[in-house]
């Protein structure tokens, strides 16, 4: 059975530290892992990594995954009120047909 | 482009009753999914389609029915709902395998209770 896990599960942070989200996961045939932001509504899309190594960075968002130890890190840095959130993993995995595998997702709360 | 469109954004039940939750894209996309988040549970999937006519199971379908008669909409069933059927769901869809380098497109969700 395909498997994705986040941790921490939850997590309280300053304004203006740096925090590391980690996903990791058990799939077969992996194709692609996702993460999502979801504040109070749908979650919005983030970043999407099929490749070992590379780093994938917006503003102050950056996330990098290893397929050899089957885990991805999303890292956010300077963090500001704005980014508290539930953070969402996702792994695609088998033929393609297969839907998006959801972790638990990571609760950031970032306190002034 | 309206994206996915999700009716109703609220609705409460008695148990029992049955209702169907409305999910439409006008993307094109082939890949339509349902899903349900419940506190500290995260997206589980309910029920999946990769085309019109096709529809497959997912980690949580008992309860549920569904079909997908065209491209655009992908309604889901409740047949007699229960309490534990009290969440917030989620249609989601994507081209195919969501390899569309955006990932899924999410509705904005309905927030079903069931009393």
């Known amino acids: 059975e395909d498997k994705v896990v986040q941790s921490p599960l939850s997590l309280v942070v300053h304004e203006g530290d740096t925090v590391t989200l980690n996903c990791s996961y058990e799939v077969t045939n992996f194709r692609s892992l996702l993460w999502y932001k979801q504040e109070k509504k749908a979650p919005t899309f983030l970043f999407m990594l099929t490749s070992s190594g590379i780093e994938k960075k917006s503003g102050r968002l950056s996330s990098i995954l290893d397929k050899k130890e089957l885990f991805s890190i999303l890292n956010i840095t300077a963090t500001q009120t704005g980014d508290s959130a539930v953070y969402l993993c996702?792994?695609?995995?088998?033929?393609?047909?297969?839907?998006?595998?959801f972790g638990k997702g990571t609760r950031l709360s970032v306190i002034a | 482009n309206a994206g996915v469109t999700q009716t109703p954004k609220f609705q409460v039940l008695k148990t029992g009753q049955s209702m169907t939750l409305q999910c439409a894209q006008d993307?094109?996309?082939?890949?339509m999914s349902w899903y349900r988040q419940d506190p500290g549970m995260g997206l589980r999937l309910i029920h999946y389609?990769?085309?019109?006519?096709?529809?497959d199971q997912g980690e949580v379908p008992n309860g549920y029915n569904v079909s997908r008669s065209t491209t655009e909409d992908f309604p889901l069933r409740l047949l007699s709902a229960a309490p534990s059927q009290t969440s917030v769901y989620f249609c989601a869809s994507s081209t195919r395998g969501g390899r569309n380098n955006y990932g899924y497109t999410f509705g904005s969700g309905t927030r079903l209770t069931v009393v």
């Open positions: 993307m094109n996309h082939e890949y």
């Open positions: 996702a792994v695609e995995a088998g033929s393609g047909n297969t839907p998006l595998v």
């Open positions: 389609s990769v085309g019109a006519g096709i529809t």
